[in-house]
């Protein structure tokens, strides 16, 4: 019986390393556009909850973050599906976030949350130009991190 299981996992380590040196090395994983949309909405939600519970630190981080991430998307995937991704990311976001970024900055609830709605606004009318309307973003209206405060930290 032992003789046998040596010769089967012999067997199975001489195949391993045949198989091993005649297939290509794996591609590094590359997220397509839908994976990095998601992140998108990810970073979307978090900054209207960390907007809205005036945690300004957060907003301000979670905004940079989408304004990097949208860069991102134009510099990975410019063209989708023959709808120029790309160039309406840039005419689209670059405003609005910018009108966050000020609010932010100063602190006000009022331009912040009118800013947001301008980016999501934005949002949806990338999806409609892109044939995706079906995809509807909104405020969100609950937390889907229960694991992480948005208030802003006591001093």
Same mark, same amino acid.
């Given at each position: 019986?032992? $003789?046998? /299981?040596?010769?089967?996992?012999?067997? !199975?380590? +001489? !195949? @391993?390393? &045949? @198989?091993? /040196?005649?297939?290509?090395?794996?591609?590094?994983?590359?997220?397509?556009?839908?994976?990095?949309?998601?992140?998108?909405?990810?970073?979307?939600? $978090? %900054?209207? %909850? &960390?907007?809205?519970?005036?945690?300004?630190?957060? /907003?301000?981080?979670?905004?940079?973050?989408? $304004?990097? %991430?949208?860069?991102? +998307?134009?510099?990975? +995937?410019?063209?989708y #599906?023959? !709808?120029?991704?790309? #160039?309406? +990311?840039?005419? %689209?976001?670059?405003t609005? *976030?910018?009108? *966050?970024?000020? /609010? *932010?900055?100063?602190?006000?609830? #009022? &331009?912040?949350?009118?800013?947001?709605?301008?980016?999501?606004?934005?949002?949806?009318?990338?999806?409609?130009?892109?044939?995706?309307?079906? *995809? !509807?973003?909104?405020?969100?209206?609950?937390?889907a991190?229960?694991?992480? @405060?948005?208030?802003? $930290?006591?001093?």
């Amino acid at each position: 019986m032992k $003789k046998a /299981a040596l010769a089967l996992m012999a067997g !199975v380590t +001489i !195949v @391993s390393m &045949a @198989s091993g /040196a005649t297939s290509e090395p794996a591609k590094p994983y590359e997220p397509g556009l839908v994976e990095l949309m998601m992140t998108v909405q990810t970073h979307h939600a $978090k %900054l209207w %909850l &960390a907007g809205n519970a005036r945690n300004w630190d957060l /907003a301000d981080y979670q905004a940079d973050e989408l $304004k990097e %991430l949208f860069e991102d +998307i134009v510099k990975r +995937i410019p063209v989708y #599906k023959e !709808v120029p991704v790309g #160039k309406m +990311i840039e005419s %689209l976001t670059l405003t609005p *976030i910018g009108e *966050i970024e000020a /609010a *932010i900055k100063v602190r006000d609830s #009022k &331009a912040f949350a009118t800013a947001f709605d301008k980016l999501t606004g934005a949002c949806n009318s990338c999806h409609e130009a892109a044939n995706r309307g079906f *995809i !509807v973003i909104q405020r969100p209206t609950a937390s889907a991190f229960p694991n992480q @405060s948005f208030a802003p $930290k006591r001093k």
